[in-house]
């Protein structure tokens, strides 16, 4: 049984910073992508950051570009992502993912039809 279960989320003024976890049990080895999306009230679901496992490359969306860090955990198992000089537009659920990119693609482009596992989200909330 596959489970992504993601923590850290909270309230944070903007400038601040917050790490979320993702917990990850039972992914397939042949799911070989793994990142971070977010969704905003009235907007669609956004990748914000991606890397490959084991040792692979890392992508980020330009909004978060030099702000965000992805970092997959091999010891725990965990997936984190360091969010540094938060900004009011970064308020969102975010959610941990795990997927199969079969032609170099799906990775880098954030394409969500390549990602088959989702966890149940964990709430960024930054105030101006």
């Known amino acids: 049984q596959v489970t992504l279960v993601e923590s850290g989320g909270g309230s944070v003024q903007a400038g601040g910073s917050l790490r979320l976890s993702c917990l990850v049990s039972?992914?397939?080895?042949?799911?070989?992508?793994m990142g971070w999306f977010r969704q905003a009230p009235g907007k669609e679901r956004e990748g914000v950051a991606t890397?490959?496992?084991?040792?692979?490359?890392?992508y980020y969306a330009h909004s978060v570009n030099g702000r965000f860090t992805v970092v997959e955990h091999k010891v725990d198992n965990t997936l984190s992502l360091h969010m540094t000089s938060l900004k009011p537009e970064d308020t969102a659920m975010y959610y941990c993912?795990?997927?199969?990119?079969?032609?170099?693609?799906?990775?880098?482009?954030?394409?969500?039809?390549?990602?088959?596992?989702w966890g149940q989200g964990t709430q960024v909330t930054v105030s101006s």
């Open positions: 890397t490959y496992r084991n040792g692979g490359g890392k």
């Open positions: 993912a795990a997927g199969v990119d079969r032609d170099g693609l799906g990775c880098p482009g954030f394409r969500r039809t390549d990602f088959e596992y």
């Open positions: 039972g992914v397939p080895d042949s799911n070989n992508c």
